[in-house]
């Protein structure tokens, strides 16, 4: 790019060019060996030649993040809807994509210092908690897929909340079953109701103990330090607190962390620091996750599940349920993982209670009957390229149908079970095949029926609106992978905060309703100790081997998003393996698809895309509409994080990602070609 168009980007725009490194020549399909062989240029790495890990490459060299140096990808910065011209970051043999870049900082000196992958996800959980609160932390749950590269095996772990032992199916709508047939105040999401007994940490102790290097309590340095000594509020943080303000003030702890004493939001560049987060690090860090699921941290967080007021002593807040023995005899659970095959490659993903996995490959399954290749985005470069209609057509038809099975069939499969013999029976070729049949080439289905996969007690729910959630990508050196989607369900989750930390909303992913209008049992519904279904879909793709079993790693991915993270890891996979953009594009890509309804969404923050006039002037929204579809150019807030791993070495051997629509940042060790 010349000089010339550099001074003309908006800084924020040029900025995260420069930090993620410029690797010149790209031609917009960098992905495979040929593209990449065919670039001469020099290609930028992750880091600089001085310190050759864990710094941005600026202008002027590298810098250290969080140094507060000119350059420093840690300085608070008002959020940006999107960040243009973002280029992928190549490294040598490690790496670690995460939504804020003190977060990939922290997981980057784990690997650095020969740590792990699962090293690096507990130290980018420990400084996430603090830095994205409104998205993760310890009071939140989490799924988390992870590839050894000795064995071969890939391993899948459930963190995910439970519903207290004493909920009832009508824990969500009514106050008391019998005596108070009233909806939980001030809502469900901010009483205690919706509090889900927490599963981020006793997962994350799970996964460090079967895949860690490093001693356990060596990764929470960097969130201590941090909330010791402080860290400048960045720009989504501050939105979020701004935005959730009014319900933070009813929560004293919160009110005191994240308000000024006025009751206004800190703002964007306040230094803040939390004690009571470093202590509960420290806690955790000296005694394991026991320490938040016994002791006096467990009694503070039931307590502040269990309170009945808000700060000002008189708004009342309905309590939860949740006990000291919910919070002992919660058990992290090793999953299997969904594994199926698309045109080349192996796809795993995450199992009930996630929904994301099966959708994911109900999707890819069905596209696999149409030739999406024939359809390549137009105007490609490094924000991806504008999709053509028909292939936003077929995705968006196949997400359809995918959605009607997630949201007849899929919940928690301890409770209840998947018809036929399961995921196998769901992710059927044949059974895909007759699902693909359905789509008309021409028209929008609008809605589709769930396939007709046999009896199960459940009736249909409609999936609802979410947003508290982040993605991770780590490689470590010895070519482990972990992919992890992490959350507190909703922006800084139900508002209650103890001990330094936010509590989840998780359990309004339970359908409030237990029946359905045809007075048929849903399969979401509220039951004590069952987990809620999820859509978060944290992704390994494989190559397959010349005997058709699953051969190398080549690709990790995931987002946050609520339900739409089906279809921002589809869009991602798809770019990346049907049209060959690398992981920058195939990240910033334009977002687009459907889930069961009418609507399809392309989004209107990236700048192929002309929102304006709902989208009336935009070529692709008036095919779609011309093909039935309801067009929706609204922002898609995704916050996807990918890393691809290269065949051709001439990059280094890692390629990675990070969303445009957030705040994150791929950080590795340096590739010298
Ligand atoms: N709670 C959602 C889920 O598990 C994720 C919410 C979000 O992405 O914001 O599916």
Known sequence: MPLSLLNRLPTASLLSLLLLGACG??????????????????????????????????????????SGLPGDPAAPELASGYRTGMQAVHAKSFMVVAANPLASKAGCDVLKMGGTAADAAVAVQAVLGLVEPQSSGLGGGAFLLHYDARTGVVQTYDGRETAPAAATENHLRWIDDVNDRTAPRPSARASGRSIGTP?????LELVHQEHG????????DAGIDLADNGFKIPGRMADAIAGARTNLQRDAEAAATYLNPDGSAKALGTVLTIPAYAQTLRAIAQGGADALYTGPIAQDIVAKINITTGADGTTPITPGKTTLADLANYRAKKRDAVCTTYRSYWVCGMGPPSSGGIAVAQTLGILENFDLGQYPPTNVDN?????????????????????????????????????GSGVPTMVDKDYLRSRAGLINLGTSMHTAQPGNLGPIPAGIMPPSPENGTTHMTIVDRDGNVVSMTTTVESGFGSYHMARGFMLNNQLTDFSAQPVD???????????????????MAPTLVFRKAADGSRGEFMMATGSPGGSAIIQYVTKTLVSALDWNFDAQQATSMVNFGASNSPTTSIGGEHPKIDAANNGAN??????????????????QSSGVGTVIRLQDRNKGMLQGGADPRREGLVLGDAFTP
């Open 517 to 535: 209008a045809g007075g048929l049992p849903i399969a979401n519904r509220v039951q004590a100790g069952k987990r809620p279904r999820s859509s």
């Open 199 to 203: 599963g981020a940490v006793r997962m």
């Open 618 to 635: 935009d070529p692709l929204a008036i095919e779609l509409r011309a093909m039935g579809h309801t067009v929706n150019v609204g922002s």
């Open 383 to 419: 924000d991806g390229g504008r999709p053509q209609a028909m292939a936003v057509h077929l995705v968006s038809e196949a997400e359809r149908l995918a959605y009607a099975d997630r949201d007849k069939y899929v919940a928690d499969t301890d409770f209840q079970p998947l018809p």
């Open 25 to 66: 020549g790209s031609d917009g399909r960098a992905g495979d060996a040929s593209a990449a062989s065919a670039t001469s240029a020099k290609p930028a790495t992750a880091a600089s030649q001085s310190d050759p890990s864990c710094t941005a490459i600026t202008a002027s060299g590298s810098v250290v993040v969080g």
């Open 213 to 220: 290097r490093k001693p356990w309590q060596s990764l929470f």
